[in-house]
């Protein structure tokens, strides 16, 4: 049983909703007019009973991404070879709760199969298996996918291309050629170039700006920058400087989301971390908030107990909303502030553009 008392304390202290209007994450952002706010979530975690429950939670989840099941060594693990079970278990799901398939990623340069990232091409014959497995996997997936990540992280951090496999042999081209063989397989899908380091001003955002442009200058379909969003507790950027960064791109004609959203700190963590914690996911989520064609937020698993950060950056963690035993961080209220959850007395931006539009 909860005492009343400690109700009280929680919410003198912030750490609750007001219970009036308590509303889920996913709920708010769609009340804020977002399209939804979502997760990341894997393959080996659905056998997990708790973690599932949470899983197909609307209130909080209006949207999954497979974190690998999608990626080439997955789906094209040797030439013309296509195998799906994976990122169906994960599409299925989200077909079942109702929630939103972001699908990730047609061409990367990591997780590549090594027929792929160690094969002898020329310019020809790397283009036609780019080509085919865009179009096999996006026509498999056709229907199901709110977006693809079409091309993932393809600029080093100062803003040059990465030297991968596909720029070595058909140069920049083999971007707008791999947005045009995914709008040929699902022209309803709306297709994202994603990428991290790009959520502030700098070389590497006016790189992903010019990609834009060049697949723009190509005739070809882009609809979206995705942009990563994982950071680190006290690095993270000003509202105002992510929001302005977020208005670069959809200047150009495109929409934007952040994808792949976590905060990571040091371990072990404290009070201290956890609390500017919340305050780098607050600034994050309030500049998708309010900016026009800011369309969702993805967190990169909401638990810490399957995040990807201990594995890659080490003496790193905690990064997630929940800790790992599920239990909501301050985090998770930081969040839901900044999509306004908290007050229903603040106009959505769906009330504002209709207001707006009326004339008001
Ligand atoms: C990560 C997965 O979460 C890990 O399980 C995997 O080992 C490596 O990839 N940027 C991306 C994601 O676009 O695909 C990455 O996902 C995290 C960084």
New binding site residues.
């Given amino acids: 049983m909860v005492h009343l008392s400690s109700i009280a304390t929680a919410l003198a202290a912030g750490l609750l909703p007001q219970l009036a209007n308590a509303a889920g994450l996913n709920t708010a952002a769609t009340a804020k007019g977002l399209d939804y706010f979502g997760t ?1 979530t ?1 393959n080996p975690e659905l056998t997990d009973n708790t973690y599932m429950t949470q899983l197909k939670n609307t209130d909080d989840f209006g949207q999954l991404t497979p ?2 099941s999608m ?1 080439w060594d997955a789906t094209e693990p040797s030439q013309n070879s296509f195998s799906f079970e994976k990122g169906d278990a994960i599409a299925d799901l989200a077909e079942a709760n109702g929630q939103k398939l972001r699908c ?2 047609l061409v ?1 340069y ?2 590549l199969p090594s027929w792929v990232s160690g094969g002898s091409w020329t310019n020809e014959t790397l283009t036609e298996a780019l080509k085919n497995h865009i179009t096999k996997v996006v026509t498999h997936y056709k229907g199901k996918c709110y977006a693809w ?1 079409v091309v ?2 393809a600029l080093n951090d100062d803003g040059s291309y990465r030297e991968n496999v596909f720029y070595q042999h058909i140069g920049e081209a083999y971007i707008p050629i791999a947005f045009e063989a995914a709008a040929a397989a699902d022209s309803d899908a709306k297709l994202y170039y ?1 990428d ?1 380091s790009i959520e502030y001003g700098g070389d590497k955002a006016n790189a992903a700006e010019k990609i834009v442009k060049l697949v723009q200058s190509y005739g070809a379909k882009i609809d979206g920058v995705g942009l ?1 969003g ?1 950071f680190t507790v006290g690095q993270t950027p000003s509202k105002k400087d992510l929001a302005s960064t977020l208005k670069s791109y959809t200047a150009l004609g495109v929409e934007v989301a952040y994808t ?1 959203m976590d905060v990571r700190m040091e371990t072990p963590s404290s009070s201290d971390k956890l609390s500017q914690q919340s305050t780098d996911y607050a600034s994050l989520v309030g500049a998708c908030a309010e900016t026009e064609g800011c369309v969702g937020i993805t967190i ?2 909401w638990t810490d107990k399957y995040s ?1 950060v201990p ?2 950056f080490s003496g790193y963690g905690d990064a997630c909303p929940w800790d790992e035993n599920y239990k909501k961080k301050q985090a998770y209220n930081g969040i839901l502030n900044a999509l306004g959850g908290s007050s229903s007395a603040r106009k959505s931006r769906k009330m504002r553009r209709n207001m707006i539009t009326r004339g008001n």
């Fill in positions: 990341a894997d974190g690998n990626k990730h990623n990367w990591q997780q990540d993932n992280e994603n991290y990563q994982h792949e990169w698993d990807w594995d890659t």
